[in-house]
């Protein structure tokens, strides 16, 4: 079984950046498709950015372009979002998950890392 440990979340002022990562355990982490959701208080959870399997290539919600970038380090099984330009409306626990069925969902979670930014 696939677990997924985020990590790298805190307290940051608006305009400052962070780095999140997250490792995963098993040998197959290079084939699975990998994304970053977060969910603020009192709403719902929703998608921020995905990075593909194979040719690495990321892709964001509306909301966080030129200001997120995912990438992908398969050596170390690990995905990572560096957030810059950071804003208040960012604050969310942050999740990572994988797709690691191949079925265009994501059926792996990890247990989420708090991102909280000031004004």
């Known amino acids: 079984q696939v677990q997924l440990v985020e990590s790298g979340g805190g307290l940051v002022q608006a305009g400052g950046s962070l780095r999140l990562s997250c490792a995963a355990s098993g040998r197959t982490f290079s084939t699975y498709r990998m994304g970053w959701f977060r969910r603020a208080p009192g709403k719902e959870r929703e998608f921020v950015a995905g990075?593909?399997?194979?040719?690495?290539?990321?892709y964001y919600t509306d909301s966080v372009k030129g200001r997120f970038t995912i990438y992908r380090d398969n050596a170390k099984n690990t995905v990572y979002l560096q957030m810059s330009s950071l804003k208040p409306e960012d604050t969310a626990v942050y999740y990572c998950?994988?797709?690691?069925?191949?079925?265009?969902?994501?059926?792996?979670w990890g247990q989420g890392t708090q991102v909280t930014v000031s004004s």
């Open positions: 990075i593909t399997w194979s040719a690495g290539v990321g």
């Open positions: 998950a994988a797709d690691t069925r191949r079925r265009g969902d994501y059926d792996v």
